[in-house]
């Protein structure tokens, strides 16, 4: 394509990359609150240029996984309790404009009912992941249950904000819950949520007070449960 600089294409899709790498560095707990490291470090450990990790750790900087140090490089970024309520509101806020736009136009997305099912597949999966405690699987299903299902909404921005809000309160509570895992012996079972079917099937029957339910369940019981554990 003319005035296209294929180096830069090149540059951005390895930010991205790399971005993504170290997100789920995070959310594995591999990258622990508090952790500092440098770009050089970075750039070291996935054999590549400084200035794409550089672009990469100012993209999560933005997104509020990492803090910046001029001195000091790159940490990665405490989540209070507070943080963490604030997070599950918010969430729950635009996860309630989201159904009621759906209420109101699903009819006019000849898809829509299509769409459901597949939301619905990665809803199983997430809650077979939830009963057998398999932190690592949930994580990765449900985030990808809650980015298809906003997406249904039509507007991508609003997407990716629920999108980045749920990565930010996963790294919030997965600190607590991989403590607890450990102590446990790895044991989860039972213990987190996994009535992502019923949210679908709530929509799905056109029953926004009942998708509203569901999700306020679901965040009292994510509440309830990281404020528990950060107690102990």
């Not at 991205?16 to 789920?24: M, P, S, T, V």
């Not at 749920?166 to 991989?178: D, F």
Request: aromatic share 6%; glycine share 10%.
């Amino acid at each position: 394509m003319p005035g296209t600089d294929g180096s830069a294409v090149i540059r951005s899709t390895l930010r991205q990359q790399i971005a993504d790498a170290l997100r789920d560095e995070i959310l594995a707990g591999r990258l622990e609150p508090g952790q500092e490291f440098t770009v050089k470090e970075i750039a070291e450990q996935y054999g590549v240029s400084a200035t794409p990790v550089r672009e990469a750790l100012v993209n999560l900087t933005a997104q509020g996984l990492l803090d910046a140090d001029q001195h000091r490089g790159f940490r990665v970024h405490e989540h209070t309790l507070d943080d963490y309520r604030g997070m599950l509101e918010a969430r729950g806020l635009v996860a309630d404009g989201i159904f009621r736009e759906l209420m109101a136009n699903g009819d006019a997305r000849p898809d829509a009912g299509d769409a459901l099912i597949s939301v619905r597949r990665r809803g199983e999966e997430a809650a077979r992941a939830a009963c057998a405690g398999d932190l690592n699987v949930l994580i990765g299903y449900d985030l990808r249950f809650w980015r298809e299902l906003s997406a249904l909404f039509g507007n991508p921005y609003l997407s990716d904000f629920l999108h980045r809000l749920r990565v930010k309160s996963w790294v919030c509570a997965v600190t607590h819950l991989r403590r607890e895992s450990d102590r446990s012996g790895g044991d989860l079972r039972g213990r987190l949520w996994s009535r992502h079917t019923e949210l679908v099937d709530a929509l799905a029957r056109r029953d926004p007070c009942g998708a509203h339910d569901i999700v306020r369940e679901y965040n009292a019981h994510s509440l309830g449960l990281i404020e528990r554990l950060a107690a102990e």
